[in-house]
């Protein structure tokens, strides 16, 4: 069975900074591009943001555009979303996900799996 499991989440105040993982038991994790997306209460899910198979090209949505870094660590099977200058409104449920294609992902199309997510709260 194929899993994605999202770490790191948390309580942090606004300006602070958290590094969310999603460790991936995917057979061969590279074949994948991966995602995060976040859902607040109320609120659609949203696009964080995503990195190709090889760490090449990454893409953000607006929102998160110059806070925050996606990377990847293929040999770990491990994908890192490091969220910088924290505001409230990063409040929300994060996500994990993987998908052949980083285009559709970035749409959230043709994603092929999703983590459970992890809780992020910040603070004013």
């Known amino acids: 069975q194929v899993q994605l499991v999202e770490s790191g989440g948390g309580l942090v105040q606004a300006g602070g900074s958290l590094r969310l993982s999603c460790a991936g038991s995917?057979?061969?994790?590279?074949?994948?591009?991966m995602g995060w997306f976040r859902q607040a209460p109320g609120k659609e899910r949203e696009f964080v943001a995503a990195i190709a198979r090889y760490g090449a090209p990454t893409y953000y949505g607006d929102s998160v555009k110059g806070r925050f870094t996606i990377s990847r660590d293929n040999a770990k099977n491990t994908v890192y979303l490091q969220m910088n200058s924290l505001k409230p409104e990063d409040t929300a449920v994060y996500y994990c996900a993987a998908g052949l294609l980083i285009e559709p992902l970035v749409r959230s199309q043709y994603i092929d799996y999703w983590g459970q997510g992890t809780h992020v709260t910040v603070s004013s």
């Open positions: 995917l057979g061969t994790f590279n074949t994948y591009a």
